[in-house]
């Protein structure tokens, strides 16, 4: 999927699927969820949070968006001005190192018995 941006002084009232608004003036960027859920997301743009590059072509958004509150846990990069979708949150905690070694843990202890 495509992301097109808008540069904008304000958020708009009403936001367009697959718009990314972005107000340098405000430090903002917002767009409505790529899963079509609709609902808006937004990512304040600061050093320790999230960071945009323009290339003068396309818009990225660094680091990925992941929308944990919402009821479609989507999980997703705007590289490129392209969404790719990423894993989700359980999926992530699954594969999670410190959980691979709970379970080998695990499994030696039930071999001993």
Request: proline residues 4%.
């Amino acid at each position: 999927m495509i992301v097109q941006y808008k540069f904008v002084d304000t958020i708009p009232d009403v936001l367009e699927e697959g718009v990314l608004y972005i107000s340098i003036l405000y430090c903002t960027a917002i767009h409505k969820c790529v899963c079509g859920c609709g609902n808006e997301v937004v990512t304040p743009l600061a050093p320790e949070g999230w960071k945009l590059i323009f290339d003068g072509k396309s818009v990225s958004l660094y680091p990925s968006i992941g929308n944990w509150n919402f009821e479609c846990k989507s999980h997703y990069y705007i590289t490129n001005s392209e969404v790719r979708i990423a894993r989700s949150w359980d999926a992530m905690i699954n594969q999670s190192p410190q959980k691979s070694v709970v379970k080998k843990k695990r499994s030696k202890k039930k071999r001993k018995k």
